[in-house]
């Protein structure tokens, strides 16, 4: 099978071989092809030649096949690339953070640049490291690949090295983890550009922008109520939404899929027993954690283990160094006396950014205080130097100027000590998706790893206190006689959450 696109033809020299399978009750074999589009088209004429060639070749058995579109696509192939130089190129791969790669395609052609220290860059070049890189993604992607290495330049003085962080804690810990490679995808709802899949087991939080897989077992369809206001009259009206248990070696996770009114006729192809992936988000409700999708696809998957490398601890703080808490409100807190026993130490934050998107814009404050056995014990407060300048609208709000953080550390310096303060805690913020969410984006370019359990207080304070007309927190913090002076400032902002958290949970 080794040879066989070259038996084929020049005229089928673009295709893949992927594998072929062979059914002994049947005595087919079946062989898969990938194939890029921009290349070739597979029309019903040209799959009727390549299965004559095929039977012609193996006259024992009939003949069929299967292909899969590999298209170049600038966001896969970011991550593959990342992926594989931490798998297969471990001396690459120190200190290599995933926006150190950036992919151009153009066409079949990807032109990738990769971002490396000055002695891992020498090294790189002299061992032409380049070509290996191009021989072992062109074993899976159908591309004209160039790599070229540029070398990264120390632009804040010659103790960057002594003095980063990110280099004095650069060992870092290999963690083996269960992945799935999806294979022969067929798109059923929205896009299927992915080609892994975690176990779903390992999930113990609200994440966002997970793929899992599985078989579809006790499929249902439902509806339910949704009211509205047209033209001031309140009209309802239904909506269809599924639920199912996806199943896989017997582990199950329950999932609900809404689709949208474009979504309907093809979800009506979801049925028991086919084999899919799902991209979506968990959320935990009623202290049971389950999972909203947003896309399916038909798949193969196949178990494998993924090593990712992620950071360690460090031994002490550099940058931001937190402070002792003392205050004489604490024993007034309880309108009686605390007898809970306080099992887990807890870091309430809350962060200032740029803007609302924390894929395009930057944390500019960071504040926390941790909690331990009742008490609030400890702050973390700093300033962060944004690699842009703070919009006026954003001044306005949390009256931070540019003038304020143009002093501070850059983040790079600042989250390995907010690592530091947050390991062995329970995280707690108000809302406390939106700060996650800018703290995973930074954390994963830089290789930590926040998979600390979390509480939202927005949550309890709706499962706790009934008739506010919101639950900002200031409305929260009226209601509980919580003092908030200067609200959208990190550290304010996070002492009355800490105070609100402690009230309520």
Same mark, same amino acid.
């Not at 899929?257 to 309907?264: D, I, Q, S, V, Y």
């Given at each position: 099978?080794?040879?066989?696109?070259?038996?084929?033809?020049?005229?089928?020299?673009?295709?893949?071989?992927?594998?072929?399978?062979?059914?002994?009750?049947?005595?087919? /074999?079946?062989?898969?092809?990938? #194939?890029?589009?921009?290349?070739?088209?597979?029309?019903?004429?040209?799959?009727?030649?390549?299965?004559?060639?095929?039977?012609?070749?193996?006259?024992?058995?009939?003949?069929?096949?299967?292909?899969?579109?590999?298209?170049?696509?600038?966001?896969?192939?970011?991550? !593959?690339?990342?992926?594989?130089?931490?798998?297969?190129?471990?001396?690459?791969?120190?200190?290599?953070?995933?926006?150190?790669?950036?992919?151009?395609?153009?066409?079949?052609?990807?032109? /990738?640049?990769?971002?490396?220290?000055?002695?891992? #860059?020498?090294?790189?070049?002299?061992?032409?490291?380049?070509?290996?890189i191009v021989n072992k993604l062109t074993e899976n992607f159908i591309a004209e690949f160039s790599v070229q290495f540029e070398k990264l330049q120390d632009d804040i003085g010659t103790n960057f090295i002594d003095d980063n962080?990110?280099?004095?804690?650069?060992?870092?810990?290999?963690?083996?983890?269960?992945? !799935?490679?999806?294979?022969?995808?067929?798109?059923?709802?929205?896009?299927?550009?992915?080609?892994?899949?975690?176990?779903?087991?390992?999930?113990?939080?609200?994440?966002?922008?997970?793929?899992?897989?599985?078989?579809?077992?006790?499929?249902?369809?439902?509806? #339910?109520?949704?009211?509205?206001?047209?033209?001031?009259?309140?009209?309802? #009206?239904?909506?269809?939404?599924?639920?199912?248990?996806?199943?896989?070696?017997?582990?199950?996770?329950?999932?609900?899929?809404?689709?949208?009114?474009?979504? @309907?006729?093809?979800?009506?192809?979801?049925?028991?027993?086919?084999?899919?992936?799902?991209?979506? !988000?968990?959320?935990?409700?009623?202290?049971?954690?389950?999972?909203?999708?947003?896309?399916?696809?038909?798949?193969?998957?196949?178990?494998?283990?993924?090593?990712?490398?992620k950071k360690s601890v460090n031994e002490k703080y550099h940058t931001v160094f937190p402070e002792k808490y003392e205050d004489f409100e604490q024993s007034s807190l309880f309108d009686t006396t605390d007898t809970r026993v306080?099992?887990?130490?807890?870091?309430?934050?809350?962060?200032?950014?740029?803007?609302?998107?924390?894929?395009?814009?930057?944390?500019?404050?960071?504040?926390?205080?941790?909690?331990?056995?009742?008490?609030?014990?400890?702050?973390?407060?700093?300033?962060?130097?944004?690699?842009?300048?703070?919009?006026?609208?954003?001044?306005?709000?949390?009256?931070?100027?540019?003038?304020?953080?143009?002093?501070?550390?850059?983040?790079?310096?600042? @989250?390995?000590?907010?690592?530091?303060?947050? !390991?062995?805690?329970?995280? /707690?913020?108000?809302?406390?998706?939106?700060?996650?969410?800018?703290?995973?984006?930074?954390?994963?370019?830089?290789?930590?790893?926040?998979?600390?359990?979390?509480?939202?207080?927005?949550?309890?304070?709706?499962?706790?206190?009934?008739?506010?007309?919101?639950?900002?927190?200031?409305?929260?913090?009226?209601?509980?006689?919580?003092?908030?002076?200067?609200?959208?400032?990190?550290?304010?902002?996070?002492?009355?959450?800490?105070?609100?958290?402690?009230? @309520?949970?």
């Open positions: 099978m080794i040879n066989i696109v070259k038996d084929l033809g020049e005229k089928f020299s673009s295709l893949k071989f992927n594998n072929a399978e062979y059914s002994a009750s049947q005595n087919l /074999v079946t062989v898969k092809f990938l #194939y890029n589009p921009d290349l070739i088209d597979i029309t019903q004429e040209n799959i009727g030649e390549i299965k004559d060639k095929l039977k012609s070749m193996l006259e024992f058995c009939d003949i069929d096949v299967k292909f899969t579109k590999c298209v170049v696509n600038e966001t896969v192939l970011g991550t !593959y690339i990342y992926m594989t130089l931490i798998n297969n190129f471990p001396t690459l791969s120190k200190n290599l953070n995933s926006n150190d790669i950036t992919v151009e395609c153009s066409g079949i052609n990807a032109k /990738v640049k990769i971002r490396l220290r000055p002695s891992i #860059y020498d090294y790189a070049v002299k061992a032409k490291k380049e070509i290996e962080i990110e280099f004095q804690n650069s060992i870092k810990m290999i963690d083996e983890k269960i992945l !799935y490679e999806l294979t022969n995808k067929v798109e059923l709802i929205g896009s299927a550009e992915y080609n892994t899949a975690i176990d779903f087991t390992t999930i113990d939080r609200e994440m966002k922008d997970v793929v899992i897989c599985g078989e579809i077992k006790f499929l249902e369809k439902r509806n #339910y109520t949704k009211t509205a206001m047209k033209n001031g009259k309140e009209i309802k #009206y239904e909506k269809t939404f599924y639920t199912f248990s996806l199943n896989n070696e017997n582990k199950h996770i329950n999932v609900s899929f809404f689709p949208r009114a474009k979504e @309907l006729v093809r979800a009506e192809s979801l049925e028991n027993n086919l084999k899919v992936a799902i991209k979506g !988000y968990t959320k935990m409700y009623k202290d049971t954690l389950s999972f909203t999708a947003d896309s399916i696809c038909l798949c193969e998957y196949t178990k494998m283990k993924g090593k990712t490398n306080w099992e887990k130490d807890f870091v309430v934050f809350d962060t200032e950014t740029t803007g609302l998107d924390c894929k395009t814009n930057e944390i500019i404050e960071i504040g926390a205080v941790k909690i331990s056995k009742g008490k609030i014990i400890s702050t973390f407060s700093t300033f962060v130097h944004p690699d842009k300048d703070i919009p006026a609208e954003i001044t306005e709000i949390t009256h931070i100027t540019n003038d304020m953080v143009k002093d501070a550390p850059k983040i790079n310096y600042i @989250l390995p000590d907010f690592y530091k303060y947050c !390991y062995g805690c329970v995280l /707690v913020a108000q809302n406390i998706s939106f700060d996650m969410g800018f703290i995973d984006a930074i954390s994963k370019k830089m290789g930590y790893e926040f998979n600390h359990e979390q509480i939202d207080t927005l949550t309890l304070a709706r499962q706790k206190i009934l008739g506010l007309k919101n639950f900002k927190l200031g409305t929260i913090c009226e209601k509980l006689g919580i003092s908030l002076q200067g609200a959208h400032r990190a550290i304010n902002d996070v002492l009355a959450t800490a105070k609100v958290f402690l009230k @309520l949970y």
